[in-house]
């Protein structure tokens, strides 16, 4: 499977955005999906997970309330709702792709490229 992230870009804090995770060579739907972000000079850290049916989702703190994730198996495609942005929300977002939806890095098989968000004024 092969994952390409996009939707970043420079925003407005509290401005929105949808990121998108598009799989190639591969079908999504026997896959959990996460989102992980990284800042400059920090680690990687969870942001939100989806399972293989949608059915069930879970979100970091700094995440919960404000993002929505979502997937269209259909489309081979997740995504990442981003609402009421913050500056300290600026980092590469990556999607992921795994056997089991997780919030850890190490449990999924698949990364995108990474798509960088901004929130800035």
């Known amino acids: 499977v092969q994952l390409q992230a996009s939707g970043g870009g420079l925003v407005q804090p509290g401005g929105s955005l949808r990121l998108s995770c598009v799989a190639s060579r591969g079908s999504l739907s026997r896959e959990g999906m996460g989102w992980f972000r990284q800042a400059p000079g920090k680690e990687r850290e969870f942001v939100a997970a989806i399972s293989r049916s949608a059915s069930r989702k879970y979100f970091a703190d700094s995440a919960r309330g404000r993002f929505t994730i979502s997937r269209d198996n259909a489309k081979n495609t997740a995504y990442l709702q981003m609402h009421s942005l913050k500056p300290e929300d600026t980092a590469i977002y990556y999607c992921?792709?795994?056997?089991?939806?997780?919030?850890?890095?190490?449990?999924?098989?698949?990364w995108g490229q990474g798509t960088q968000v901004t929130v800035s004024s």
């Open positions: 992921a792709a795994g056997s089991s939806w997780s919030i850890r890095s190490v449990d999924y098989d698949y």
